[in-house]
């Protein structure tokens, strides 16, 4: 299935931002959609953001809508996720996964169809 490994993760006063990556390996990723997800304390994973695998129609959850941007380098087999404005409220878990599925036209939301998922990077926004 491959690896994947996020970092970027800190701590963050809020209105900052942060830029997290996912360097993948072992795997063509460059076939597959790529998401974020997160999970706060006390609180289910839940995705963030994704990107078809040729990089096109960047989805987004309505939290984040505006204020984060997915983007992909194929040539670096890496993912990013630029987060500004960030909130309190993005206090989390991030980790980065990749779709089940080679070359869809959908970005999903659905953990579940991820197969492939980080060991997470922690995001902590203070007040």
């Known amino acids: 299935q491959g690896q994947l490994v996020e970092s970027g993760g800190g701590l963050v006063q809020a209105g900052g931002s942060l830029r997290l990556s996912c360097a993948a390996s072992?795997?063509?990723?460059?076939?597959?959609?790529m998401g974020w997800f997160r999970r706060a304390p006390g609180k289910e994973r839940e995705f963030v953001a994704g990107?078809?695998?040729?990089?096109?129609?960047?989805r987004y959850a309505d939290s984040v809508k505006g204020r984060f941007t997915i983007s992909r380098d194929v040539s670096k087999d890496t993912v990013y996720l630029e987060m500004n404005s960030l909130k309190l409220e993005d206090t989390a878990l991030y980790y980065c996964?990749?779709?089940?599925?080679?070359?869809?036209?959908?970005?999903?939301?659905?953990?579940?169809?991820?197969?492939?998922w980080g060991q997470g990077t922690q995001v902590t926004v203070s007040a």
């Open positions: 996964a990749a779709d089940r599925s080679p070359f869809r036209l959908v970005v999903r939301s659905e953990a579940g169809e991820y197969d492939s």
């Open positions: 072992g795997r063509t990723f460059s076939d597959y959609g």
């Open positions: 990107i078809r695998w040729n990089g096109g129609s960047p």
